[in-house]
């Protein structure tokens, strides 16, 4: 089992931005595909950003232009920045770990998970 923590969250008001940690600190993330994904209660859990094994970047569309996924290496930690947040951004963002090469947005391709942070986007 790999321990996986995010980090970052906190309540803002629509505008704002925030930026997620996610620390992997027995794990090193260089050449690793890790994502960021996010759940409102009683729904499913979408896919918000992944830094692929290839090293590039993809975005869900909801996200594109205003989130940002990078990573450092060294510190084994995978990040996301989020800017011009929205109310329709409130949720808990997981960190998720090693994926086994299938679609970037399918919870089931992932073997690692974080506990969650919780983001809250006020009007």
């Known amino acids: 089992q790999v321990d996986v923590v995010e980090s970052g969250g906190g309540s803002v008001q629509a505008g704002g931005s925030l930026r997620l940690s996610c620390v992997v600190p027995?794990?090193?993330?260089?050449?690793?595909?890790m994502a960021w994904f996010r759940q409102l209660p009683g729904k499913e859990r979408e896919g918000v950003a992944t830094d692929t094994s290839a090293g590039s970047t993809v975005y869900a569309d909801s996200v594109k232009g205003r989130f940002a996924i990078s990573q450092d290496n060294a510190e084994h930690t995978l990040y996301l920045q989020m800017n011009n947040l929205q109310p329709e951004d409130t949720a808990m963002y997981y960190c998720?770990?090693?994926?086994?090469?299938?679609?970037?947005?399918?919870?089931?391709?992932?073997?690692?998970w974080g506990q969650g942070t919780q983001v809250t986007v006020s009007s």
């Open positions: 998720a770990a090693d994926c086994t090469g299938g679609t970037w947005s399918d919870v089931f391709d992932y073997n690692f």
């Open positions: 027995e794990y090193g993330i260089n050449g690793r595909c």
